[in-house]
């Protein structure tokens, strides 16, 4: 049985547990129609996991989020702060309050794994070059790879730069973890890796996180909350459990790895 699209209920009215608020986000690159006037909030210290085919407009939700891209219409709030008309200069003094775990971990070929999980530090504090590298010490403990700073990515196993980027992400404490794609290019025991990774960060810096991925084994472990998109509109919003007992045809055929009746 199909369903008709879904707006979350909850997203365009002011909640005091609310991190992130996207308000009737319009974005359309040339003829292409991306977000078609989605509505979404985020809750301090929960995991919203969001599913959808490739080109369905996840990463481009992520980028809203963070303020890379801007809507063509609709607001986009960070706590009680307007950000999608911010200017930059404001602007620069809230993003270090996001990290950031890029699909390809994103590292810097030029800086050893210590330097790129220091590179957000130098850019953003004034910590002394001791304080910088006890932070890096914790940074790398907390994803399992003390001891490796000075090793370079080039040396490091797809995991382990994952791991490294992560590390990255968390090094100015952020309020908010984006990961995208983040179990991408990884065996099944490395993409779990990242999964109690996830979960670590969620439990000891009560950290509030968005995973955009396509894996729906790390969906159902990691995820507080499951969104769906589909179309440039959210047709689910739930929780695990209640994502495999949906009827729409389409969430079911996403989450059990089958093209849709309207695919071909």
């Given at each position: 049985?199909?369903?008709k699209?879904?707006?979350?209920?909850?997203?365009?009215?002011?909640?005091?547990?609310?991190?992130?608020?996207?308000?009737?986000?319009?974005?359309?690159?040339?003829?292409?129609?991306?977000?078609?006037?989605?509505?979404?909030?985020?809750?301090?210290g929960?995991?919203t996991v969001?599913i959808?085919?490739?080109?369905?407009?996840?990463?481009?939700?992520?980028?809203?989020?963070?303020?890379?891209?801007r809507p063509?219409?609709?607001?986009?709030?960070?706590?009680?702060?307007?950000?999608?008309?911010?200017?930059d200069?404001?602007?620069?003094?809230?993003?270090?309050?996001?990290?950031?775990?890029?699909?390809?971990?994103?590292?810097?070929?030029?800086?050893t794994?210590?330097?790129?999980?220091?590179?957000?530090?130098?850019?953003?504090?004034?910590?002394?070059r001791?304080?910088?590298?006890?932070?890096v010490q914790?940074?790398?403990?907390?994803v399992g790879?003390?001891?490796l700073?000075?090793?370079?990515?080039?040396?490091?196993?797809?995991?382990?730069?994952?791991?490294?980027?992560?590390a990255?992400?968390?090094?100015?404490d952020?309020?908010?973890?984006?990961?995208?794609?983040?179990?991408?290019?990884?065996?099944?025991?490395?993409?779990?890796?990242?999964?109690?990774?996830?979960?670590?960060?969620?439990?000891?810096?009560?950290?509030?996180?968005?995973?955009?991925?396509?894996?729906?084994?790390?969906?159902?472990?990691?995820?507080?909350?499951?969104?769906?998109?589909?179309?440039?509109?959210?047709i689910?919003?739930g929780?695990?459990?209640?994502?495999?007992s949906?009827?729409?045809?389409?969430?079911?055929?996403?989450?059990?790895?089958?093209?849709?009746?309207?695919?071909l």
């Open positions: 049985m199909m369903v699209n879904i707006t979350p209920p909850d997203s365009t009215s002011e909640d005091p547990s609310a991190i992130v608020r996207l308000v009737n986000v319009h974005k359309r690159f040339g003829s292409l129609l991306v977000l078609n006037g989605v509505n979404l909030t985020l809750r301090k929960h995991t969001i959808g085919e490739s080109g369905a407009g996840k990463s481009v939700l992520l980028s809203h989020i963070v303020r890379l891209i063509d219409r609709g607001e986009v709030y960070f706590h009680d702060q307007r950000i999608d008309n911010m200017p200069r404001n602007l620069s003094k809230i993003r270090p309050r996001f990290g950031f775990l890029f699909q390809l971990s994103a590292l810097f070929d030029s800086m794994a210590g330097g790129n999980v220091a590179f957000p530090i130098e850019e953003h504090t004034r910590k002394s001791r304080e910088i590298a006890k932070i914790e940074k790398l403990a907390m790879l003390d001891g700073q000075e090793n370079w990515p080039a040396d490091l196993s797809g995991g382990q730069k994952k791991r490294v980027a992560l990255r992400a968390i090094a100015l952020p309020e908010l973890i984006l990961y995208d794609e983040p179990t991408t290019g990884l065996d099944p025991p490395r993409a779990d890796e990242i999964n109690e990774l996830i979960l670590k960060l969620k439990r000891e810096l009560g950290v509030t996180s968005v995973v955009v991925t396509h894996d729906m084994a790390s969906a159902l472990k990691v995820a507080d909350r499951i969104v769906m998109l589909y179309r440039g509109d959210f689910f919003d929780t695990p459990d209640s994502i495999e949906c009827d729409d045809e389409r969430v079911r055929c996403f989450v059990h790895g089958r093209c849709t009746p309207d695919a």
